[in-house]
């Protein structure tokens, strides 16, 4: 049976990170990339694996790459802290990294729960992000800021059972994590040498909205649905916003 390197990020996740690391201790080895938590992540962390490894973070495509770096085995398996890996989707996992003909990287689909309901539409399902099963070698991460890119060198196969992810334990903590996107966002729309203005930012937000909530049947999901819509809306202007304060010195 080929081994399998399982891979956490974290910073400061000392509520979520000991459910996710409980549902993948199936795998021969942990690694937590770490990026200097204040808070109890480490101590956690430490009570299942020794694997813990202190990375700046300078971006979520570049720290992804570094921890992969990390992993020591053939095939490697991407968990965030707010994941949890299902006893189904690991059996798939184990079965398939078994099969001669196994692809060089899957999608895994994921199954969202917000505002006290699993989300099933405006996209949030399957919602695949990006290949969280994979050969060593045979995946790079572009290096963004956020919602990083990814190339594939060979086959790219899909799973079947989802994984389970809790994006946030309340509202507070939803706005806060779209403020940090957002700021994100601005720097990899920068990057790309986007000339910002506040128009552009109401008007792709509104595309954002519409595309979650209407196009993508956000609104059969009642209010949450909703709310993920209107964060979307908000994340997507004030990244605008932000690069447009910089670049005309508003501040």
């Known amino acids: 049976m080929p081994k399998i390197s399982a891979y956490i990020l974290t910073f400061n996740e000392e509520d979520k990170l000991e ?15 770490d990026s200097f938590s204040t808070d109890r992540t480490v101590e ?3 009570g299942y694996t020794q ?13 992804r790459n570094e921890a992969v770096a990390h992993c020591t085995h053939e095939w490697i398996f991407s968990l965030d802290s707010d994941e949890r890996c299902t006893p ?9 990294v078994a099969r001669a003909d196994a692809a060089d ?6 199954r969202n729960r917000f505002l ?15 290949p969280q099963l994979f050969r060593k070698g ?25 994984i389970r992810q809790i994006p946030y334990k309340d509202l507070a903590q939803s706005i806060a994590k779209w403020q940090r996107y957002s700021t994100l966002g601005a720097t990899r729309l920068e990057a790309r040498g986007v000339r910002a203005s506040m128009g552009q930012g109401l008007a792709h937000g509104l595309v954002s909205f519409f595309k979650i909530y209407v196009l993508r049947l956000g609104f059969l999901d009642g209010w949450a649905g909703f709310v993920i819509a209107f964060g979307y809306l908000e994340q997507t202007f004030y990244k605008y916003a932000k690069l447009t304060e910089k670049q005309r010195g508003l501040k």
């Open 116 to 130: 006290g309901r699993s989300i099933r539409h405006g996209g949030w399902y399957p919602d695949y992000r990006q």
């Open 51 to 63: 694997r813990i490894e202190q990375i700046p973070f300078e971006g979520f495509g570049k720290l």
């Open 138 to 162: 045979r995946l790079r991460y572009l290096e963004d800021p956020v919602h990083e890119r990814y190339e594939v060198t060979g086959k790219l196969g899909r799973l079947k059972h989802p």
């Open 44 to 46: 956690i962390a430490r």
């Open 19 to 33: 459910e996710a690391l409980k549902s993948i201790t199936w795998a021969d080895e942990i690694v937590i990339a």
């Open 105 to 110: 990287a899957y999608l895994v689909p994921r």
């Open 88 to 96: 189904e989707a690991r059996d798939e996992i184990l079965a398939t």
